[in-house]
């Protein structure tokens, strides 16, 4: 096994059920510069060609997304070359729920999603500690055979992975590798938009965040430092990047939805959310978007379903 994958600390990880926290902490730790990430990682296959790195949403159920990408790839026929990360993103009430050491990073809330900074052992971007990740699978020395990595989320992961090919920084090491990067974004409430357009009238005294981070470019979280909304715009539309929506994801008053007046001036429900989206980045870079949008029939608001369909694990292993 490759030395990345041996600094893997394994501990017993709790499942006492609870209201506000997760249920599990994944029993995993990657060491990154700030702390240890908890994270669950798949069997490692002797030869790693694909990394699917796996973000979950606001229940932060790592091991659920985990197990979901793994029956993916086997039913990809991909078991054998694909290696699956899904990093945790713990808060202040996990860590107050079961026993994790001080050393494993922590953020308040659920400001992980929007980028925010963790509130120990040391502070970190839940968008950095991503980089971080994401940066060593370009190590020729320690993943030789590596030719693609996918960041894929559903609903709230999906909020991060969008956001954060939006925000990311430039990965050197991947693309010196001849690593090619690959976004799936799967059913989220939300989207940010680079301009103050919205696809639904909305009265503008009523909702004045509409256009604040994570809806828009305005008052940009520190991860974003150097880089204009200009720059990001141009970056993000040149990325590979799938927005993998179910057609049934259509309830406008589903519980997990957003509702707030930002997130529906984007659109009544989730599929036309995305829609909208699309046609606008569309619109607005009709020549050189890198992107498309694949929609997945008969499946609504369920991450394993949108995945394991014949869509999703196009998207998610190449095929």
């Known amino acids: ?22 249920k599990e902490i994944s029993p995993g730790r990657l060491l990154l510069k700030e702390g240890e990430m908890a994270v669950g990682i798949s069997p490692a296959p ?55 050491a001080d050393t494993v990073l922590r953020w308040q809330g659920n400001d992980w999603m929007a980028g925010g900074v963790s509130i120990a052992p040391f502070a970190l971007s839940s968008y950095a500690a991503l980089d971080q ?24 992961g999906a909020q991060v992975v969008q956001r954060y090919a939006l925000l990311s ?25 680079f301009d103050e357009r919205r696809p639904v009238a909305f009265n503008h005294a009523r909702c004045p965040d509409f256009n604040r981070w994570k809806y828009g470019l305005t008052d940009l979280p520190a991860y974003a430092e150097g880089q204009t909304p200009a720059q990001l715009e141009e970056n993000y539309v040149q990325r590979d990047i799938v927005y993998l929506l179910g057609q049934q994801d259509i309830d406008p008053n589903h519980p997990a939805l957003d509702k707030s007046c930002e997130a529906q001036a984007q659109g009544a429900y989730r599929l036309i959310r995305g829609r909208n989206f699309f046609d606008f980045l569309k619109r607005s870079h009709p020549k050189e978007l890198n992107q498309q949008l694949i929609e997945v029939p008969g499946v609504g608001h369920n991450g394993d379903g949108m995945f394991t369909s014949p869509e999703g694990q196009k998207v998610l292993f190449g095929q």
């Open 133 to 156: 990740i994401i940066a060593r699978l370009g190590d020729r020395r320690q993943f030789p055979d590596v030719k693609d990595v996918v960041i894929a989320g559903h609903s709230g």
């Open 1 to 22: 096994m490759n030395k990345w994958l041996l600094v893997l600390l394994f501990t017993c990880a709790s499942t006492q059920a609870a209201e506000h926290g997760v």
């Open 46 to 100: 002797a030869k790693i060609e694909r990394v699917l790195i796996i973000i979950h949403g606001r229940l932060r159920n790592a091991e659920t997304y985990r197990q979901s990408a793994e029956r993916a790839a086997e039913q990809a026929g991909q078991s054998a070359n694909t290696l699956v990360i899904a990093p945790q993103f713990l808060n202040e009430t996990d860590v107050a729920l079961h026993p994790v």
């Open 169 to 193: 920084h430039g990965q050197p090491e991947l693309k010196a590798a001849g690593v090619h990067v690959r976004y799936v974004i799967a059913n989220p409430s939300s989207y940010t938009y």
